[in-house]
C-alpha cells in the first residue's frame, strides 16, 4: 500500500509569482485535502475534493485553486504570491463512501514553501 | 466557528515519566475527535474517537473522549525519547469533509 506522496519537498518563490504543489493519493482513497501549516500552528483546512470537484473550502482567497485528476492525484494551485504564503502544505487522502464514516485522513510529508 | 484547544503549549519530561495531553473542543454538530503526532513532516493518525468509540489505547499510549465535557486527552505511559513530537487535535464536525486543528502540543523527551 503506497501512502499519499507530495512533490516537491521544498521550494523558493518570489512574492507574485505563482505556485504549483502536487500530490498523489494513497491507495484505495478517493478524497484528497489540502491544508496549510505554518510554522507554530496547527494546520489550517484549505479545500477538499471529491470525484474531481471541490467539496468544502476554508477560509482561503480565490488565489488558492485545486484540481483532482480521474486517478485521485491532486494540485494545489497559488497565484499571486504573498509572503504569508509561506508555510507546510500537507496534502492528506482518505476514502469516503456511501453510508460509512469517512477514515481518518493520512497526511503526507510536504512541501515546504518559502516565499521571498 | 469550530474551535480546537490543546494544553500546555510544550511539555519537558524525563525518560519513563507519564504525561497527559488536554484537547478541548467547541464544534457544531460533533463527528469524531482525532489524534496525530507530527515529529518532522507528515502528521502521523494515532487514534480516531467517536460517539461510539469514547476510549483508544495502543501500546503506550491511550485517549479517551468526555463529550459531557466537550474535551479528551492523550496519556502516554513510561515515554520514550521516541516520544519527542507535536501531538495535535483535530475534531470533525458538521461538514464531514474538514478537520479543525488545535495548535498542538510539543513534548520533549529528555534521556
Known amino acids: 500500500e503506497t501512502g499519499v506522496t507530495q512533490s516537491p519537498t521544498h521550494l523558493i518563490k518570489t512574492r507574485g509569482q505563482q505556485v504549483t504543489l502536487r500530490c498523489s493519493s494513497q491507495?484505495?482513497?478517493?478524497?484528497v485535502s489540502w491544508y496549510q501549516q505554518a510554522l507554530g500552528q496547527g494546520p489550517q483546512f484549505i479545500f477538499q475534493?471529491?470525484?474531481?470537484?471541490?467539496?468544502g473550502r476554508g477560509n482561503f482567497p480565490p488565489r488558492f485553486s485545486g484540481l483532482q485528476f480521474p486517478n485521485y492525484s491532486s494540485e494545489l494551485n497559488v497565484n499571486a504570491l504573498e509572503l504569508d504564503d509561506s508555510a507546510l502544505y500537507l496534502c492528506?487522502?482518505?476514502?469516503?463512501?456511501?453510508?460509512?464514516?469517512?477514515?481518518?485522513?493520512?497526511f503526507g510529508n510536504g512541501t515546504r514553501l518559502t516565499v521571498t | 466557528e469550530d474551535k480546537v484547544v490543546q494544553s500546555p503549549l510544550s511539555l519537558v519530561v524525563h525518560e519513563g515519566d507519564t504525561v497527559t495531553l488536554n484537547c478541548s473542543y467547541e464544534?457544531?454538530?460533533?463527528?469524531?475527535l482525532l489524534w496525530y503526532k507530527q515529529e518532522k513532516k507528515a502528521p502521523t493518525f494515532l487514534f480516531m474517537l467517536?460517539?461510539?468509540?469514547i476510549e483508544k489505547k495502543s501500546g503506550r499510549l491511550s485517549s479517551i473522549l468526555d463529550k459531557k465535557e466537550l474535551s479528551s486527552i492523550l496519556n502516554i505511559t513510561a515515554t520514550q525519547t521516541g516520544d519527542s513530537a507535536i501531538y495535535l487535535c483535530?475534531?470533525?464536525?458538521?461538514?464531514?469533509?474538514?478537520?479543525?486543528f488545535g495548535a498542538g502540543t510539543i513534548l520533549r523527551v529528555k534521556s
Open positions: 491507495s484505495g482513497h478517493n478524497t
Open positions: 464544534v457544531t454538530n460533533f463527528r469524531s
Open positions: 475534493y471529491y470525484r474531481e470537484e471541490e467539496n
Open positions: 467517536t460517539s461510539s468509540g
Open positions: 483535530a475534531v470533525v464536525g458538521e461538514y464531514g469533509n474538514k478537520l479543525v
Open positions: 492528506a487522502s482518505s476514502l469516503v463512501g456511501r453510508g460509512r464514516n469517512n477514515s481518518p485522513l493520512h
